[in-house]
């Protein structure tokens, strides 16, 4: 079983510069056509209502009930982007969510410019409580400084697994003694954290030096730290073309990251995300 622990669809592609196949590129047609292509069996889509594409949870949402056996929803909620971000009564629209869509866990865009406390807070453990209770995933991207605010909460909710985005977005040309790297490390002490096995091309120095070797000293350090049983494979597909392909993306850990055992890859490309999929309780019907 293979799942794909970060990708994307949108209706419109929401990146600049443009394209020529605007309506098309980021379509759930194109990520399944390539899931297909590379044996890929199931995908865990991270939604964001970024630029031209506000209602990005309800296309997702009609997509999973469509492919119900391949897709799995991970909503939007109050992301950096949204005229919601760090406002009171998160909690009550986590729930709607909840009540509305299929949902298997949130994500949560942490701007680059605050502490991540919101996490902890009054609001912010209101939210991990609904987290708790259905037992969501849940979603960060996370900059290095956030992490002592994903510990704190991890620490609060122990029960909760939270899954951070590529690898912590740690960067190959940090300058020793790599204080960004030492904070994502230092998350490993909580067994309820986890990383995405994702983002390459956003670690590197150079983004379209496939197969990004100059990441292995940082990403063994991980692996060693937090071990196979807390590393999710993820494409970041479509974003990821603007890289590598959605093949490339698979063997860039399979094949490359030879530090990695082999017997520790089934974990990694989706045993360890199937059983938090399967240990979601929310509701698993469609209300639209």
């Known amino acids: 079983m293979i799942i794909d622990s970060h990708s994307h669809a949108w209706p419109l592609w929401p ?3 443009p394209v020529p196949d605007d309506a098309h590129r980021g379509k759930i047609e194109q990520l399944l056509n390539e899931m297909d292509l590379n044996g890929v069996d199931q995908a865990m889509l991270v939604c964001a209502q970024i630029e031209r594409n506000p209602r990005n949870n309800a296309y997702i949402a009609q997509q999973v009930a469509r492919y119900p056996t391949r897709l799995h929803q991970i909503v939007d909620h109050d992301s950096e982007w949204s005229s919601t971000y760090n406002q009171p009564g998160s909690a009550a629209r986590l729930q709607a969510m909840i009540d ?18 919101w996490l902890y807070s009054d609001e912010g453990q209101a939210v991990f409580k609904i987290a708790e209770q ?4 849940v979603s960060i991207s996370t900059l290095t400084h956030h992490q002592p605010a994903i510990r704190r909460a991890a620490e609060m909710f122990p029960t909760v697994p939270i899954l951070i985005h590529h690898m912590g977005w740690v960067k190959v040309d940090e300058p020793a003694p790599r204080e960004g790297l030492q904070q994502v490390l230092a998350s490993a002490k909580l067994p309820n954290i986890y990383l995405k096995f994702s983002g390459f091309a956003y670690a590197t120095r150079t983004n379209w030096d496939y197969p990004y070797t100059d990441t292995h000293e940082l990403f063994r350090a991980e692996y060693e730290h937090f071990g196979a049983d807390r590393l ?12 590598m392909t959605y093949r490339q993306s698979l063997e860039a ?8 055992p082999e017997h520790d890859h089934a974990k990694i490309l989706g045993g360890n995300l199937e ?11 469609s209300k639209e």
């Open 253 to 260: 850990f399979r094949r490359h990251c030879t530090f990695i």
């Open 15 to 17: 990146y600049q510069p």
């Open 134 to 137: 259905y037992n969501l995933i």
């Open 232 to 243: 999710c494979w993820g494409s970041d597909y479509p974003v990821v073309r603007f890289f």
């Open 100 to 117: 509305q869509w299929p949902i298997k866990g949130f994500t949560h865009y942490l701007s680059p410019n605050d502490d991540g406390a």
């Open 275 to 285: 059983k938090l999929l399967n240990a979601v309780t929310a509701p698993t019907i």
